[in-house]
């Protein structure tokens, strides 16, 4: 079992800066990809970006390329998220995501990921 715990969210304006992070803990040495999804009303689940811990490979969604920098502590075992220039577009709540590669590859798909955290909420004023 892997434990995920998110935390950073919080309302900003237009153009402005958060940084998220997710704590793991458990077993998590069976889950080689961590990744980061989001959820606005009434709209389905994304993924914005995953890594592959073991080698530090990242991916990320083309509305967040450019903006967004994921990246992982293995000392503390923490993902995070830093989010730049966010529009309005960027609310909803995100999600921490734990699951196992694929020979090093990371796709940012919901269901590879087995573990989910509970989600920290992300507004975006304009």
């Known amino acids: 079992q892997v434990q995920l715990v998110e935390s950073g969210g919080g309302s900003v304006q237009a153009g402005g800066s958060l940084r998220l992070s997710c704590a793991a803990s458990g077993a998590t040495y069976s889950s080689n990809c961590m990744g980061w999804f989001r959820q606005a009303p009434g709209k389905e689940r994304e993924g914005v970006a995953s890594?592959?811990?073991?080698?530090?490979?990242?991916y990320y969604a083309d509305s967040v390329k450019g903006r967004f920098t994921i990246s992982k502590d293995n000392a503390k075992n923490t993902l995070y998220l830093q989010m730049n220039s966010l529009k309005p577009e960027d609310t909803a709540m995100y999600y921490c995501a734990a699951g196992p590669d694929s020979r090093g590859y990371c796709p940012i798909l919901a269901w590879r990921f087995g573990y989910w955290g509970q989600g920290t909420q992300v507004t975006v004023s304009s």
């Open positions: 890594i592959y811990t073991g080698g530090g490979t990242t």
